[in-house]
């Protein structure tokens, strides 16, 4: 079973910075692309940044020249680190991976979610 373990939220003032990070475990064959959505209260989950196996990024265009999302892929890990935050990032942030497994059928994995919050 595959299992994506989300760390990094919390409150933060308006400005400041957070690194979330999300670590896959688990039995697979391989991780193709990695990503962060996240959901704010009574709103739709969004993209915030995604990025291939290749490193290829794409980020949503409120976040562009503030986050940066990364991997290891050695680690299986996925970190976004934000920057000049502000209050409407406020959300639930979660893990996104594209999964290959062993029998080469391709799922979706999400964590469980990590809460970020930035005060005005």
């Known amino acids: 079973q595959v299992q994506l373990v989300e760390s990094g939220g919390g409150l933060v003032q308006a400005g400041g910075s957070l690194t979330l990070s999300c670590a896959a475990s688990?039995?697979?064959?391989?991780?193709?692309?990695m990503g962060w959505y996240r959901q704010a209260p009574g709103k739709q989950r969004e993209l915030v940044a995604t990025?291939?196996?290749?490193?290829?990024?794409n980020y949503a265009d409120s976040v562009k020249g503030r986050f940066t999302i990364s991997r290891d892929n050695a680690k299986n890990t996925v970190y976004l680190q934000m920057n000049s935050l502000k209050p409407e990032d406020t959300a639930v942030y979660y893990c996104?991976?594209?999964?290959?497994?062993?029998?080469?059928?391709?799922?979706?994995?999400w964590g469980q979610g990590t809460q970020v919050t930035v005060s005005s």
């Open positions: 996104n991976a594209h999964i290959i497994t062993y029998l080469r059928d391709s799922r979706d994995f």
């Open positions: 688990g039995s697979f064959f391989s991780i193709n692309a």
């Open positions: 990025i291939t196996s290749g490193l290829s990024t």
